[in-house]
């Protein structure tokens, strides 16, 4: 992100100035307070402003000198960026194993390669029980390792993660953070939002921090008193 400015229903400024990178091997997290931005600064990279009226005004979003901002969503995901949305977004009426047959067969992995990463996600999101259970039948946090698993099944370069390890239990969380999930991670450009009740456990989970930006944004207050400043932390770790 290169200094963008994001507005909704072409008058209101949510954004303002925001500028942030991701380096491969690398964890770029974005921190701050409820409505300070985070999720709309995911949006504006995946495409998906559109879909809430919602556009990038100025400055520009590039991977890897493409521009994405002029992209459709299922543009940008061809070039190989995956989101994991905040709630569990799996299909509740699949079993775990048809979830991670669907998403892997949506990125071209079939036959014993789908077999091989099938495998590796159940052992991974400890799910080995419940791979025939339907979703609906699980526990939220048994829905939230098998949403982190699925996004990682292709092993995509770039991962967006929005709070990913909500409602999931530690050792889960840990499971996820140090365990089989984390070296694949090191290997990509990940980029993860949460509120700021999580810094400490994003430095004791994935890495040490190298540094801690912030920039100023703007949203409106929604109360008709016009603009209110706000900050979202671009925390560096790894």
Known sequence: LNNIEVVYDGVILVLKGVSVSAEEGRITALL?????????????ISGLLHAERGEVTK???????????????????RRGICQVFEGRRVFENLTVEENLRFWGGAYSLFG???????????????????????????????RQRLALVAALLHEPPIVFLDEPTGGVDPEARRRFCCGRVSP?????????????????GLRGELCRPSGIHTVNRVSHDGGGRGECQQRLCIYRLG
């Open 32 to 44: 701050g307070a409820n409505g300070a931005g985070k999720t709309t600064t995911l949006k504006a």
């Open 184 to 200: 694949r991670l090191r290997r990509r450009r990940l980029v993860r939002r949460s509120g700021y009740g999580e810094p400490g």
């Open 59 to 77: 400055g520009t979003v590039e991977l890897d000198g493409d521009r994405l901002d002029r992209l459709l969503p299922h543009e940008v995901v």
């Open 112 to 142: 014993s390669r789908m077999a091989e990463r099938e495998e590796w996600a159940i052992a991974t999101a400890g799910l080995a029980r419940h791979r025939r259970s339907l979703v609906r039948s699980l526990a939220g946090g048994f």
